[in-house]
């Protein structure tokens, strides 16, 4: 079994199916994909679930086990084999990893249950009930403790959780130093300065940059330089993970730096350029075309060979919380300004750095106040 990519003769519409080796499409893995694109999930969530069911409808037809029918005994099969197979020569899955599988083969076997193609049981018996004796932050758990008693998965895989990866002073600058050209300046200083997804920031239209000191004349009664954040489909692909819109309010650097790439684009493209997306191709063909994520990854591979350290989109998102936080910021505030629903998925920025700690414990030792 395996994911692929299909395109609509109709309307050209792109989804995925899953298929075998004699290219018969499944019809219930299929099935499922086109329930995650009516739920409205990103096209990449969707080729990533696809691949991940796959792989489990590929090892139950190996193991000969009936998939309809599977058993928590069998779940727990296919989670060990998940951990101790290679994914390439001497290199294992994460628990991270084979837990995002898991999480999708569970959902892919409730929604056969949900319509129908098997029995209600197979999906019952994947999830036990638990009461939650502490609670997550930002958890509602009802009136009089009602919802503290939830489905949890039987099997999953244990996953460490790293502490999120944030760029020092030093390094934002040499980062910055080390970005040669407009648009890759502008995508370096908004990425680190407003703290967006890549995903929304390849998905902003022009219409987005508020970029005036007061942009009434054009129907919004946000006050400051801001930057819209509006998940809708793009013919790139990328797509805000948020459901909700947001404002975030856009640094003098950023104001400047994308001045600097509307120059340049207006020199690449002409000044009579109308394509609306903000982020597009300028140096290579098909010229104007929106950017992609591939290009992205590109780009920051080349970045964090240049500097000699790592750098991905989401660390500078990383990077412009840990900042906020470290400025004293309400974590309300970041909250709102990262697009979190739940307080809790703001919370791993509270992590202290390594010199901070260094300080705590040297002041004590000294006898001094921690400062």
Excluded at 33 to 52: E, F, K, M, N, Q
Excluded at 187 to 194: F, K
Excluded at 237 to 261: G, H, M, N
Excluded at 339 to 350: A, E, K, T, V
Aim: with cysteine; net charge positive.
């Amino acid at each position: 079994m395996r994911a692929e990519r299909a395109v609509s003769p109709v309307d050209g519409n792109e989804t995925w199916v899953v298929i075998d080796g004699d290219l018969v499409v499944h019809r219930e893995a299929s099935g499922f994909c086109r329930a995650l694109v009516g739920a409205d999930r990103s096209p990449h969530t969707i080729r990533a679930y696809a691949g991940r069911v796959a792989l489990f409808l590929d090892w139950c037809a190996g193991d000969g086990v009936e998939w309809k029918t599977i058993d928590l005994a069998s779940l727990a099969r296919f989670k060990h084999w998940l951990e101790t197979t290679p994914v390439r020569p001497g290199r294992l899955r994460k628990g991270g990893t084979v837990d995002a599988i898991l999480i999708a083969v569970c959902e892919f076997l409730r929604y056969c249950a949900r319509t129908g193609l098997i029995e209600d049981a197979v999906a019952d018996r994947l999830a036990e009930p638990r009461f939650l004796r502490f609670l997550p932050p930002g958890f509602d758990a009802g009136e009089s403790g009602r919802l503290r008693t939830i489905r949890a998965r039987q099997v999953r895989a244990r996953a460490e959780t790293p502490f999120p990866e944030a760029l020092s002073a030093e390094q934002s600058e040499a980062m910055f130093d080390r970005c040669g050209r407009p648009r890759e300046r502008f995508m370096v200083r908004l990425l680190h300065d407003s703290g967006l997804r890549i995903g929304e920031a390849l998905g902003l239209r022009r219409e987005d940059m508020h970029l005036l000191p007061d942009s009434r004349s054009v129907g919004c009664a946000v006050v400051g330089a801001h930057v819209h954040v509006r998940r809708r489909a793009n013919p790139n692909e990328a797509l805000a993970k948020s459901r909700f819109p947001r404002t975030v309010p856009a640094s003098d650097a950023i104001v400047s730096a994308y001045a600097d790439y509307r120059f340049e684009r207006d020199e690449v493209l002409g000044p009579g350029d109308e394509r609306d997306m903000v982020f597009v191709n300028l140096y290579h063909e098909p010229l104007g075309a929106p950017l992609r994520y591939r290009a992205v990854k590109g780009f920051f591979e080349r970045l964090s060979g240049d500097c000699g350290f790592p750098i991905r989109p989401h660390m500078l998102r990383h990077t412009a919380a840990t900042n906020w936080i470290r400025a004293g910021v309400p974590l309300d505030v970041v909250q709102k300004l990262l697009g979190h629903q739940n307080p809790s998925s703001s919370l791993i920025y509270l992590h202290a750095a390594d010199a901070d700690k260094r300080r705590a414990v040297e002041a004590v030792a000294k006898k001094q106040r921690y400062q």
